[in-house]
Every structure is written in structure tokens, then in C-alpha cells.
């Protein structure tokens, strides 16, 4: 599948953030989005996840098929907020998840493996550190299949051994056909990726 | 929707739920009452209904802005929003008000026939009020809903929840009251209002639920 966006513009409260985005992401490819605090970088991922209304250009996805027509279906989307319930253990949290997004990938304790956090799923999510809940977050990416990742910030608290970990999985989803756009501050370790500057294009 | 179902019930037994809240101001309005009323004892037997239907209904209130405020706190309602190709929103919604129907409301319409004898109410009355909160409590969750999914945004939401909410259920309240009182006092109807109840929850259960995906859909900032 490919996600084109078109001359995009965004606007927040009425108010003009970002306008003139282009962009085309085929199987495999990545975008990382970058640029200062308030240049619209969290805007343009939930206007591509379909959060947030377009304002101006278009927005499509070609050869989604049946399964994904559109890209709300496609993604997976990583906000700021890790959307687990505290009072819910994590394994908990996670199985939740898998049954709510259907297309079952992996189950909550392999996906709790794959980002280091085995042996703790039935600790209550409140119970873990900021690192260890964008972990068990980014696990959520790999309890259900979905081709397209839009992430915000995703290492934001996580360590050096975690992050290595995460771009190793990036790599992974990536080499499987998927198709990734993240907005950071901090270096993904993604080779060949594209990248978008905000803030600068204007 | 049954995973949802469960989690829904789950957060609302575990820690902080607030399932007991609801039953607890429900019993202070009850027991307060005959202290405020005075020692009549057949002028409670005779405003009984009526004071626990009016109890319901507040305690009903009392945990909506907690609907989906909690899910937008932590971010989960983008995703179930962002699912509405899979599961469409409006039945997340309806499965949603079943969980805290059933969570925050069931608790307080079984605690209804202990509380009627505060009220010195007879059996059958008792009974019939029971069986009037049954039906027509689900009515004023899926009104609350809506209210809710307008209000989400908002960080003290709750009153203003209950000042948007409170007038629509106003049928539920006097339909709900007076087929109460049909089972008791003999030339009333108990059937005919008691029909109607049922036909108002099953008319919001429909609309309610649409209403308020219509308003989480556009209200994601």
C-alpha cells in the first residue's frame, strides 16, 4: 500500500500550524518528522490518523485492499498518552487491546518479550516506571497487525538498551512491508529514511 | 465488544472504579429523607417512589463525567475512536453504557428494595419501584452518554454534564414514577406507563449511543 499526502495543510483552533506538506510513502519506507516545539508535528499525525480534520490538500491511500481502506483502519497510532489503564495489569491491558483491534499478531506475553519487559505482565500497569510504560506502549504496535505506524515521540523516556531494541523492531516492520512515520527529536537509527523538517518548509 | 465489556467492568470493581459511590449517596438521600419529612409514616409510604426514583436518578448522575473522560485522559479513547472501521463507534459507545450500566447503576437498583423499607413502602410497591429502575435506568445512562461524549473535553464537566443531562430524562422520571405508583394505588395503570419506560429505554439505546459517537468523533483535539 502507499500513503500520498498532497500540498497538506493542518490547523489547530482555527489557526493556521502548517500548510504545503508533501509526502509519499510506499511498502517499506519510513518518514521521520522533525522541527522545533509547537511546528506542528503531533497535528500532523493525528491529522493523518484522522484525529483531526484535513484543512487543505489530500490525503490517500492506495492499494490498502479490503482490510485497510482507509488509513484509521491501516495504523497503528502512538500518541503521548500510552492509552493502558493503570488499574489493569499490563498483560491485561494488552490482551485488551489485541481483542479490541482484531488482525492478532502476536500474543501479549511474546509482544511483552520482544520489548524486554517479560516476567511483569501481571503487574498493574501504575505500578511501572515512565521507561518501562512507553515499553509496554510500543508492545501494544506488536499484539495486532497493522501496516502503517504513526508514532509520536516514541522513545521519549525510554533508555539506551530500549531504544536500540525499538529501532530494531522498526527495522523489522519495515523489512515486512510496513510502513512507518514518527515524529522526534531524538535519532530512530533508521537508514534511508526520508525526513521531513517543520517549521522551515513554511 | 465483549473485551471491552469486561475491562469496563473490571476498572469499575478495581480501586478508584467509584462503583460504591453511587449506592453510598443513594443511601445518604434515602436515610436522610424521613429525618427531613418527619415521623408520618403514611406520607412516606406515599412519596417512597418517588423519593427513590429521584435518588436513582441523582446517583445515576453522579459517576457519568467519569464515562469517557477516564478513557480521554490516557489517550485510549483516540484508538477507540480510530477504530470505528472495525467496531463502529456507536456500538463501542452502547457497549460502553452496558459496562457502566451495569457496573455503577445494577448496584443501585438492587440496594432500591432495601432502601423502599426506609420509606415504610409496601411490598408490591416496593417491588414495582424495583422493577421501574430496572427498566428504566439504562434510559438515563444512554441520555448521560451523550452528555458525556459533549462534555469530554471539559475539565469539570460534571455539573454541567448533569444540568445538559437532567431535563431529557425527565420523562424517564415520570414514567418511571408513575407506573410505581399504578402497582399500588388501585385506579392507576401500572401496565400502560411501565410500556412506555420500556419503550423510552429501547428508543435511547438506540439514539443515545449514536448521539454521542457523533460528538467523540468531532470533539478529538
Request: glycine content about 12%; some cysteine.
Amino acid at each position: 500500500m502507499r500513503l500520498i499526502a498532497e500540498n497538506l495543510g493542518g490547523e489547530r483552533g482555527g489557526e493556521a500550524v502548517f500548510s504545503g506538506i508533501n509526502f509519499a510513502l510506499g511498502k517499506g519506507q519510513a518518514l521521520i518528522v522533525t522541527g522545533p516545539n509547537g511546528a506542528g508535528k503531533s497535528t500532523l499525525l493525528r491529522i493523518v490518523a484522522g484525529l483531526l480534520p484535513v484543512a487543505a490538500g489530500r490525503l490517500l491511500v492506495e492499494g490498502g485492499g479490503e482490510d485497510f481502506p482507509s488509513v484509521a483502519s491501516a495504523c497503528h497510532y502512538l500518541g503521548h498518552q500510552n492509552a493502558m489503564k493503570t488499574a489493569l495489569s499490563v498483560a491485561e491491558n494488552l490482551r485488551f487491546w489485541r481483542d479490541f483491534s482484531g488482525a492478532d499478531f502476536l500474543s501479549a506475553e511474546e509482544a511483552l518479550a520482544m520489548v524486554g519487559l517479560d516476567g511483569i505482565g501481571h503487574l498493574p500497569f501504575g505500578y511501572l516506571s515512565t521507561g518501562q510504560r512507553r515499553r509496554a506502549a510500543i508492545a501494544k504496535l506488536l499484539v495486532s497487525r497493522r501496516p502503517l505506524w504513526l508514532l509520536d515521540e516514541p522513545t521519549a523516556g525510554l533508555d539506551k538498551a530500549s531504544e536500540e531494541r525499538f529501532g530494531r523492531l522498526m527495522r523489522e516492520h519495515l523489512d515486512e512491508g510496513g510502513i512507518i512515520i514518527a515524529a522526534t527529536h531524538l535519532p530512530l537509527g533508521l537508514e534511508g529514511a526520508q525526513e521531513l523538517r517543520m517549521g522551515e518548509t513554511r | 465488544m465483549l473485551a471491552l465489556f469486561l475491562r469496563d467492568i473490571r476498572l469499575s470493581i478495581r480501586a478508584g472504579g467509584g462503583a460504591l459511590t453511587g449506592v453510598i449517596f443513594f443511601l445518604a438521600v434515602i436515610a436522610t429523607i424521613p429525618f427531613g419529612v418527619g415521623p408520618d409514616i403514611n406520607l412516606l409510604a406515599r412519596i417512597g417512589p418517588a423519593i427513590l426514583w429521584i435518588g436513582a436518578l441523582l446517583a445515576c448522575l453522579l459517576g457519568l463525567d467519569r464515562l469517557f473522560q477516564a478513557d480521554r485522559e490516557d489517550g485510549s479513547l483516540d484508538l477507540l475512536v480510530l477504530g470505528d472501521d472495525r467496531q463502529m463507534l456507536a456500538l463501542t459507545v452502547l457497549t460502553k453504557c452496558l459496562a457502566h450500566w451495569a457496573g455503577s447503576v445494577l448496584p443501585l437498583v438492587i440496594a432500591a428494595p432495601l432502601l423502599g423499607l426506609f420509606m415504610n413502602m409496601e411490598p408490591i410497591g416496593i417491588g414495582a419501584t424495583a422493577l421501574t429502575l430496572l427498566v428504566g435506568t439504562p434510559a438515563i445512562t444512554f441520555i448521560g452518554a451523550a452528555g458525556a461524549a459533549v462534555a469530554v473535553a471539559l475539565p469539570r464537566g460534571g455539573l454541567l454534564i448533569s444540568v445538559l443531562v437532567l431535563p431529557l430524562t425527565i420523562p424517564v422520571l415520570i414514567f418511571g414514577v408513575s407506573a410505581s405508583y399504578g402497582a399500588v394505588a388501585n385506579p392507576d395503570p401500572f401496565l400502560q406507563p411501565f410500556l412506555i419506560l420500556a419503550a423510552l429505554t429501547l428508543f435511547l439505546a438506540v439514539l443515545g449511543p449514536v448521539a454521542a459517537a457523533l460528538a467523540l468523533r468531532h470533539g478529538t483535539d
